[in-house]
């Protein structure tokens, strides 16, 4: 059910750097990332930790940088729990669209303030 969490940091390299070492020892590694994120899992498809730099510029903390994402198996999916969710109540954290060549998302914060991402990955499309 979980495909990736995120980890905000206030200093990428660094974090990079324990991370690496760290998953190391579990068979993690970094599969793969974009300038301000990279994505550790232990196999392509599976389920990933992710570091990051917070999206919206503002400094990390506890819950800033934070989001659980769940996969929706497709672009029609992942639409379809962004529509569910705002029915349930959550509130439009990011329109569902091709973020990059590889990557659907959908965001909502849940009615507590928690960010959620339905998501499609489609690596070489």
């Known amino acids: 059910m979980i495909g990736y969490t995120t980890i905000g940091s206030t200093n990428l390299e660094k974090s990079l750097a324990f991370y690496d070492e760290l998953l190391a020892m579990v068979g993690g590694k970094q599969l793969m990332g974009l300038e301000r994120i ?12 992710a570091v990051c730099l917070p999206a919206d510029g503002e400094a990390q903390s506890c819950g800033n940088g934070q989001m659980v994402a769940i996969s929706g198996g497709s672009a029609e999916g992942a639409q379809a729990l962004y529509n569910k969710a705002i029915e349930l109540g959550a509130t439009d954290a990011g329109a569902p669209g091709q973020r ?9 914060t849940d009615p507590d303030g928690n960010k959620l991402c339905f998501y499609h990955m489609t690596p070489g499309e």
């Open 100 to 108: 990059v060549s590889f990557f659907y998302g959908a965001y909502v």
């Open 38 to 49: 990279k994505f550790y899992g232990t196999e392509e498809g599976g389920a990933m930790l």
